[in-house]
């Protein structure tokens, strides 16, 4: 797909013809992205990521929907919540002193709207969940329904995930503060792994639910897939995440 003179190009060169939504989500494919996104209207884009409570500029060009314009991570992470509870915009903000005191937990809830779970809830998370479970993000899968996805800007100064599972709504950034590259590292290796780590322990101490899911929604059974029997370390960039990881785990012990 060539728009204005400037052609997408997926993460591994590989372009793949004619594939479903969900695969294109799943797999990150940057064509079919584009569009999507063009056959929809650019403006449409922005005016739902303005819903979701996006306030950063977002800039009206083909490549919109790969995430070329900048936003914080907080951003990010309070858009996912609002598609996890089902209700937008979410205001991030500190935790209420009391939960039972006048507005709590509602408050982060600003006056907004709900999403329609059968229009626009259960098909978003359909798409998560491919992504976290069988795409770029299924590192950070686990046994509780995980629902999320990858990121990694170009020439990878940095790389992210971000996604919910129970109770809990969590983004994981990696990068240098010198837009240095990460190499190998992708939204799909290391941040994938912080994120399942973090959760896997954050989700049995909280031990509550998350929001209801749509009515008629199910959660799809996960591929078993064929491990392979190396050692991760003997992968390209394998011993670049495992510091990485070993670096997140001292900070927590010492924290």
Excluded: C
């Amino acid at each position: 797909i060539t728009v204005d003179g400037w052609s997408p190009g997926n993460n591994d060169g590989v372009y793949r013809g004619s594939i479903t939504l969900r695969e294109a989500f799943a797999r990150s494919r940057n064509a079919a992205t584009v569009r999507v996104a063009g056959q929809g209207g650019r403006q449409n884009v922005i005016r739902a990521a303005r819903d979701l409570g996006i306030d950063s500029a977002l800039t009206e060009r083909p490549s919109l929907s790969l995430g070329t314009s900048g936003l914080s991570l907080l951003e990010l992470t309070s858009a996912y919540a609002a598609i996890a509870g089902g209700r937008y915009p979410v205001e991030p903000r500190g935790m209420p002193l009391d939960e039972d005191e006048e507005d709590g937990l509602a408050s982060f809830f600003a006056r907004g709207g709900r999403l329609d779970d059968r229009r626009d809830r259960a098909p978003m998370l359909q798409l998560l969940w491919s992504a976290a479970n069988e795409g770029t993000g299924r590192r950070a899968a686990l046994s509780t329904p995980t629902f999320g996805t990858t990121g990694t800007t170009q020439n990878n100064p940095v790389a992210l995930f971000i996604g919910f599972a129970g109770n809990l709504v969590v983004g994981v950034w990696v990068g240098h503060d010198d837009d240095r590259t990460l190499g190998k590292i992708t939204g799909g290796t290391a941040p994938a792994d912080i994120w399942r780590r973090f959760m896997g322990s954050a989700i049995s101490i909280d031990g509550r639910q998350g929001p209801p899911l749509p009515a008629g929604f199910r959660v799809p059974q996960r591929k078993q897939e064929r491990k392979s029997p190396l050692p991760d370390e003997w992968s390209e960039g394998g011993e670049a995440v495992r510091s990485i990881l070993e670096m997140v785990e001292r900070l927590i012990d010492e924290n």
